[in-house]
């Protein structure tokens, strides 16, 4: 079946360090790939996605790259903001389309 | 930019009573959808919609759960008798199209305590 795995939190960093949030997935076919990001007393927003193999989304400074042979899509940033502490949400859609599977979410804490 | 409205943002009601959860997707959107997140776990897929009718749902959509585009604008969810396990954020979400990397945008979320 279908499931996403990431890594656990939660995570903290201090301002501008290098941040690295992996997520691995299991599915059927070629998914799409997405990260989630939730502030504090929000919904979801979509942060980037990626549709193939080898594609590299990125946003805000945040970027992944679709690995098929490690069936991974690991969220990374050069430099985080106290401004990005939030829960981060990995999530595949199966290549029919519409429904999101997601990861258990890692929540990120940045200090000053 | 446009986005997806929920109401109530957080309700409590009593083991056994109905609720209704109210969304107003994205006006153009023609997919909807309601996934749930029971506090501290997963966001889960609960049932997806087009063209008035249920087009997937997952095992936790039971027969207590059900799904309505009332009008043109409104899309509701209903838990007919509600559970302490039904205790759960709820986010209504809508797409415009129902293919592959499309983006599904989401509301803030409905929390719902069931006591």
């Known amino acids: 079946g279908n499931s996403v795995t990431q890594m656990e939190g939660p995570v903290t960093l201090s301002e501008e360090a290098f941040l690295t949030i992996n997520c691995t997935y299991t599915?059927?076919?070629?998914?799409?790939l997405f990260w989630y990001v939730q502030y504090p007393g929000e919904g979801l927003q979509l942060l980037l996605k990626?549709?193939?193999?080898?594609d590299k989304g990125s946003n805000k400074g945040f970027e992944a790259t679709y690995r098929k042979e490690t069936t991974s899509f690991h969220l990374e940033k050069g430099s985080v903001q106290v401004s990005d502490s939030a829960v981060y949400f990995c999530?595949?859609?199966?290549?029919?389309?519409?429904?999101?599977?997601f990861g258990q979410g890692t929540e990120l804490s940045v200090k000053p | 930019e446009p986005e997806v409205t929920q109401t109530p943002s957080h309700q409590v009601t009593q083991m056994g009573q109905e609720v209704i959860l109210r969304c107003v997707p994205i006006?153009?959107?023609?997919?909807f959808y309601w996934y749930r997140q029971i506090l501290g776990q997963k966001v889960e897929f609960l049932v997806s919609?087009?063209?008035?009718?249920?087009?997937?749902k997952s095992e936790i959509f039971d027969d207590q759960f059900s799904v309505e585009r009332p009008d043109g604008s409104n899309f509701t969810l209903k838990i007919r008798s509600t559970k302490l396990e039904d205790s759960a954020m709820y986010f209504c979400?809508?797409?415009?199209?129902?293919?592959?990397?499309?983006?599904?945008?989401f509301g803030e979320g409905s929390w719902l305590t069931v006591v």
């Open positions: 979400a809508s797409s415009d199209m129902d293919f592959r990397g499309n983006t599904i945008y």
């Open positions: 599915a059927t076919g070629y998914p799409s």
């Open positions: 990626a549709t193939k193999a080898d």
């Open positions: 999530a595949l859609s199966p290549n029919q389309g519409g429904k999101l599977i």
């Open positions: 006006s153009n959107h023609l997919y």
């Open positions: 919609f087009y063209n008035n009718e249920i087009s997937e």
